[in-house]
């Protein structure tokens, strides 16, 4: 019941209620340290009231918590060093990571907690010693791999077509090899090792991939994009193009060019992954995603039914017409591609002034013209102008999220002998088996200095007004109107103090 009653006081709006009843509730736990403790049970979802203050963003409860978790080491002067626990807080023992908690949550509240101490320099910590130089050669070694999958794909078996043309409109020249023919010469034997590269790769990208789907469930993992959703889905598939095109080679298989072209395609899209290191490239990164999975999916939709019809209506058109004189609507899908090219403005409308075009083309195309360019694609780009600007103002925040996912994807996917755990462990300050992290903080003493003066002035204004009052009340009403004026005069006086003194202020400072 008490613990219930904790998790009940982190969900509460009055913060300073809570905290004082959370203080209550656990000066009654007999049990204060230990597994047995109130604050470390869980509720039903893994959570501890720690942790849960962590994913609602209740910033107050957080810091409260912290607060009876540190431990002050020394202070010399302005120095001092506090040990702040962190035995919930770090994700390097951890199952369900607090700090995977805070950025995979849908409330902006909680990713302010990672400018708290001291999960702020928790990060910092672990980003800049270890996250940043792994994920630098990572993405490296990612560039280099796409290269060699891509040396393969240019120089794949082909030899010069031996049948004979079936259309007027066929040209191909080139076919594939079959198996028996594409590993013969030396250059074939490179290649081989080039693809063998490619296909444990892409095995490699599977077996990481499938157990963190299985662990945090497809649509959180998929669907969140602080933690690269959209990018963990192209990655997925271009492993997957990679097997189909090695199982069409192995049999023989005519086709293997359209897996090809679409693993090439998602491996260097996933590229834009690794820019989330970068805190100039990183917001960008989040702006393409909402872009596309929320602007451009809506639009999309308008698009599909505007090129439908109008690619029809030019179909129709041309239906009676040579092909050999306009191709570009010979066929229904090349009406749509026709018209999907004219929609994004790519090409011009399609004329030969040798023959004479009908009269509905002349309609119809400005009736497309009109909707198309001039409505549609300014609508689009207002959509993604208002995107941008929403992004922008959260722009370090962000970053800062996707700082904290790459760390926590780094930490559970390297071996323990390359990514030691962070901090301090207890027993060195005779503090038990619980991990700390040592900060330094040092107070400035011109702050509090300025807060001084602040308070003198204030005591003087206050001064001021109670002399006023007190010589209002002492004289009869025959001088009440000599009094209301010298008073006012008393407080005119004191604000030119006050703001002589708050100048003198601004110029120190």
């Not at 690269?228 to 090695?246: E, K, N, Q, R, S």
């Not at 897996?259 to 491996?267: I, K, Q, R, T």
């Not at 207002?382 to 103002?393: E, N, S, Y």
Request: charged residues 20%; proline residues 4%; neutral net charge.
């Amino acid at each position: 019941i008490g613990n219930t009653v904790l998790h009940i006081l982190v969900l509460q709006p009055n913060k300073t209620f809570a905290c004082h009843m959370y203080s209550l509730i656990l000066s009654y736990d007999r049990s204060k340290e230990g597994p047995g403790s109130l604050e470390l049970i869980p509720n039903n979802e893994g959570l501890s009231p720690f942790k849960l203050a962590g994913v609602e963003g209740n910033t107050v409860m957080f810091q409260y918590l912290m607060q009876k978790r540190k431990q002050n080491l020394w202070s010399f002067g302005p120095l001092s060093t506090v040990l702040y626990d962190i035995t919930e807080i770090d994700s390097w023992a951890e199952d369900q990571s607090f700090l995977e908690l805070i950025v995979s949550t849908k409330k902006r509240e909680a990713r302010q907690i990672l400018d708290l101490t001291p999960v702020k320099e928790l990060v910092s910590l672990k980003w800049n010693m270890y996250g940043r130089p792994y994920f630098c050669f990572l993405a490296l070694f990612y560039i280099l791999y796409m290269v060699c999958f891509t040396m393969c794909c240019v120089y794949r078996p082909l030899k010069p077509r031996t049948g004979n043309r079936t259309s007027s409109r066929d040209n191909t020249v080139y076919v594939q090899k079959m198996l028996q023919e594409s590993y013969v010469a030396y250059e074939d034997e490179l290649r081989l090792v080039g693809e063998l590269i490619t296909v444990i790769g892409a095995v490699v990208i599977l077996v990481l991939e499938i157990p963190d789907i299985l662990r945090v469930g497809a649509a959180k993992y998929f669907g969140q994009t602080i933690l690269g959703g959209p990018f963990h889905i192209i990655v997925i598939t271009y492993a997957c193009m990679i097997l189909v095109t090695m199982v069409m080679r192995l049999t023989s298989t005519t086709g293997e060019v359209v897996p090809m072209s679409f693993a090439l395609v998602l491996g260097w899209c996933n590229v834009m992954y690794f820019a989330r290191g970068f805190q100039m490239l990183g917001p960008f990164t989040i702006m393409i995603q909402k872009m596309i999975f929320g602007d451009l999916m809506r639009f999309c939709w308008l698009m599909a039914v505007v090129i439908l019809g109008f690619a029809s209506a030019f179909y129709i058109i041309f239906q009676t017409e040579n092909p050999e004189n306009l191709g570009q609507f010979y066929n229904y899908p090349m009406s749509l591609f026709t018209t999907f090219e004219l929609f994004l403005t790519i090409i011009d409308g399609p004329a030969n002034y040798d023959v004479d075009l009908p009269f509905m083309y002349s309609v119809v195309y400005f009736a497309f013209a009109i909707i198309a360019t001039l409505l549609m694609l300014n609508l689009l780009i207002a959509m993604m102008g208002d995107t941008h600007w929403r992004v922008a103002h959260e722009q370090d925040e962000l970053w800062r999220a996707q700082v904290v996912a790459t760390t926590v994807m780094l930490e559970r996917k390297l071996p323990r002998c390359l990514w030691p755990r962070s901090g301090i462990c207890g027993r060195e300050f005779g503090l038990g088996d619980r991990w700390y992290l040592r900060i330094e903080d040092r107070v400035d003493p011109n702050k509090h200095k300025m807060m001084r003066y602040t308070e003198a002035f204030k005591a003087q204004d206050r001064d001021n007004c109670d002399k006023g009052s007190e010589k209002l009340e002492t004289n009869g009403d025959t001088l009440c109107k000599k009094e209301l004026s010298a008073l006012s005069l008393s407080r005119n006086t004191s604000r030119a103090s006050s703001h002589r003194g708050w100048e003198i202020l601004r110029r120190n400072t």
